[in-house]
C-alpha cells in the first residue's frame, strides 16, 4: 500500500536528553496505528516531529517519498496536510465552534468562506457538534470541545490525522463520545495516528499497534500478536502493569 | 456680588469657576488630546514592537535574518529601558531644547506634547505588549501551526485578538496615567490644564481655590475614562450566552444557555 509518511534513522534530542533514538516506522493509507507505551517514552515527541511542531535531530522524514527535512515543501503546507488533535484540545478560545473549523480552510486553503462554512458545517454534523456552532469554547464541556477540534482539524481535509492522547485529559463519563467519533473515522478509511492509553480502543479498531519505550520502537506489530502474544519481554511487563488497573 | 480679598473661601471657589470656566476647558481639551492621542500612538507602537520581539527564531532561521533580528532587538530594548527608565518631564526637555538646538526647528508645543507622550507610552506599551502574548497558551500556537498557518497568520488571527483583549485593562491604565501626567508638559510650555491653572492662580494668587478645581477636573476626566474603558472591556468580552441551533427533536428551537463560567 502506498506509504504517506516514512520515517527513517528519527533522532531527537532535547539539551543532552535523547528523547527518540532511531526511530524507523511508517503509515500507509487508509491504516490506524495506535502508538502505546509508558509516559515519557517519548510518543509526544515523536508525533510531533511527524507535523515537525518540534524538529528532529537526525534522521529523515519522507512524505510522498520526499524527504521535508530538507526543505522541499514550506513547513506550512505539510503541516496542513497532517491534522493534529491535542491532549488539551487546544480550541482557538477568541472564536466560536463553526470559525474554529473555518479560520484554516479560509487563512490556509484559501476557500471562500462559503465554502468553508459549509465544509465546516459538514465535519461539524459528523462529530455530533453543528448544534453547537455559536458557542465560545469555554461554554462546552471537554468531550464537546475534542469533537470540535477533530472537526477543525478534518475541516482541513488532511491526508493523515494524528492524535495525541485525545482522552487523556476527559473525564471518564466524556471518553465514549469521543471514541466513538474516532472509531467511526477509522472504519470510513481515514489514516489515523493515535497515542493512546485506551488499550480496548488500539485492540479493536487499530490495524498495527507500536509500542515505544525510552525512546525506542519496542515492538510494532498486528494487535492480535501484541495483545496476545508479544515477543519483547518489556511489551509484556508494560501490558501486564496497564491492564491490571 | 463683588470678590475681595476677605470674601469666603466658597466664595472664591465660585468666583474662580467662573471667570476661569473657559481657561479651564481649554486646558482640559488639550490634556485629552494629549493623552488619548498620546495613549493611541503608543499602543500602536507597543503593539508593533511587542509583535516583533515575540517573533521565533531557532536554529533553523536564516542566519542573516537572526543577525539583522539580534540587531533590531537591542535597539529596541535600549529605547525601551531608556524611556522607562527616564522620568518624563527630562525627556520633554531634551526633546524639545534638543531638536531647537540640533535640527534649529521650534516643535509646535502641541506637537512636542503629543510626540513625548507617544514613545513614553510605547515604550511601556511595548513589554505589556509583549507580557500579554506570551501570557497566551502555547497550545493556542501549536493548533495554529498544526492547520498550516503562518508565524504571521497566527498572530493576526488567533494570539493578537487574545492578547490585545487581556491587556485592555493595562491599556487603560496607561491612558488614565496619561491624564495626569501630561501636567508636566508645561515646562515646554504646552498649554494643558496644569499650565492654564497656573496662570490662573497666578493672576490673583489664589492657588488653593484654583487648584481645588483643576484637582476636581482632572478627577472627573479619569474616573469617567475609567468607567467608560471599563464598559468597552465589558463588550468585548461578548454574550455570555449562546443559541443552540436546532435540537433534535424540535429543528426550530433556539435554546440560549447561559455561560456556566460567567454565572
Ligand atoms: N520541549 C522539551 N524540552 C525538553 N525535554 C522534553 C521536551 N518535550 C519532551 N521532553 C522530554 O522528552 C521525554 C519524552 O516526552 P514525551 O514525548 O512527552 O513522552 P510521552 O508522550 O510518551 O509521555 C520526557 O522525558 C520529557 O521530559
Ligand atoms: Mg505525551
Not at chain 2, 81 to 86: H, I, P, Q, S
Not at chain 2, 168 to 174: G, I, M, R, V, Y
Not at chain 2, 176 to 188: E, G, Q, Y
Amino acid at each position: 500500500m502506498e506509504k504517506i509518511v516514512e520515517i527513517n534513522h528519527l533522532q531527537k534530542i532535547f539539551g543532552r536528553n535523547e528523547v527518540l533514538k532511531d526511530i524507523n516506522f511508517s503509515v500507509s493509507k487508509g491504516e490506524v496505528v495506535c502508538i502505546i507505551g509508558a509516559s515519557g517514552s517519548g510518543k509526544s515527541t515523536l508525533l510531533r516531529c511527524i507535523n515537525l511542531l518540534e524538529y528532529p535531530t537526525a534522521g529523515e522524514i519522507l512524505y510522498h517519498g520526499q524527504n521535508i527535512l530538507e526543505h522541499k515543501m514550506t513547513t506550512a503546507v505539510y503541516r496542513a496536510k497532517m491534522g493534529m488533535v491535542f491532549q488539551q484540545f487546544n480550541l482557538f478560545n477568541n472564536l466560536n465552534v463553526l470559525q474554529n473549523c473555518m479560520v484554516g480552510q479560509e487563512k490556509v486553503l484559501k476557500r471562500s468562506k462559503a465554502e468553508a462554512r459549509k465544509t465546516a458545517l459538514e465535519y461539524l454534523e459528523l462529530v455530533g457538534m453543528s448544534q453547537f456552532i455559536n458557542a465560545k469554547p469555554n461554554q462546552i464541556s471537554g468531550g464537546q470541545k475534542q469533537r470540535v477540534a477533530i472537526a477543525r482539524a478534518l475541516s482541513m481535509e488532511p491526508e493523515a490525522l494524528l492524535f495525541d492522547e485525545p482522552t487523556s485529559a476527559l473525564d471518564p463519563e466524556l471518553v465514549g463520545e469521543v471514541l466513538k467519533v474516532m472509531k467511526a473515522l477509522a472504519q470510513s478509511g481515514l489514516t489515523m495516528l493515535v497515542v493512546t492509553h485506551e488499550m480496548a480502543f488500539a485492540r479493536d479498531v487499530s490495524h498495527r499497534v507500536v509500542f515505544m519505550d525510552d525512546g525506542v520502537i519496542v515492538e510494532d506489530d498486528k494487535p492480535e500478536v501484541i495483545f496476545n502474544n508479544p515477543r519483547n519481554e518489556r511489551t509484556r511487563t508494560f501490558l501486564k502493569r496497564i491492564l491490571e488497573k | 456680588m463683588a470678590i475681595t480679598p476677605d470674601s469666603s473661601f466658597f466664595e472664591w471657589v465660585i468666583y474662580i469657576t467662573r471667570t476661569y470656566w473657559p481657561l479651564f476647558m481649554r486646558g482640559a481639551q488639550v490634556t485629552l488630546i494629549i493623552s488619548l492621542t498620546g495613549t493611541i500612538i503608543g499602543f500602536c507602537i507597543g503593539m508593533i514592537i511587542g509583535v516583533i520581539r515575540t517573533i521565533p527564531i531557532d536554529q533553523n532561521t536564516n542566519p542573516i535574518f537572526r543577525f539583522i533580528y539580534k540587531i533590531i532587538n537591542i535597539i529596541l530594548l535600549i529605547y525601551i529601558e531608556v524611556f522607562r527608565g527616564t522620568p518624563m518631564i527630562v525627556q520633554a526637555m531634551v526633546v524639545f531644547y534638543g531638536v531647537a538646538m540640533v535640527y534649529g526647528i521650534h516643535l509646535s508645543t502641541l506637537f512636542a506634547g503629543i510626540f513625548i507622550v507617544s514613545i513614553n507610552t510605547g515604550a511601556y506599551m511595548a513589554e505589556i505588549v509583549r507580557g500579554g502574548i506570551l501570557s497566551i497558551d502555547k497550545g493556542q500556537f501549536e493548533a495554529a501551526h498544526s492547520i498550516g498557518m503562518t508565524h504571521a497568520q497566527t498572530m493576526l488571527n488567533i494570539i493578537l485578538p487574545q492578547a490585545v483583549r487581556n491587556i485592555l485593562p493595562a491599556t487603560s491604565n496607561e491612558f488614565v496615567i496619561n491624564i495626569k501626567d501630561t501636567s508636566v508638559l508645561n515646562v515646554i510650555g504646552v498649554t494643558e490644564l496644569f499650565f492654564m491653572s497656573k496662570s490662573a492662580a497666578g493672576n490673583n494668587f489664589r492657588y488653593f481655590e484654583v487648584f481645588l478645581v483643576t484637582c476636581t477636573i482632572y478627577f472627573i476626566m479619569t474616573f469617567t475614562v475609567t468607567r467608560i474603558l471599563r464598559y468597552l472591556e465589558i463588550r468585548l468580552e461578548g454574550p455570555s450566552v449562546y443559541t443552540i441551533h436546532g435540537s433534535q427533536s424540535v429543528p426550530e428551537a433556539q435554546i440560549r444557555i447561559v455561560d456556566r463560567e460567567k454565572r
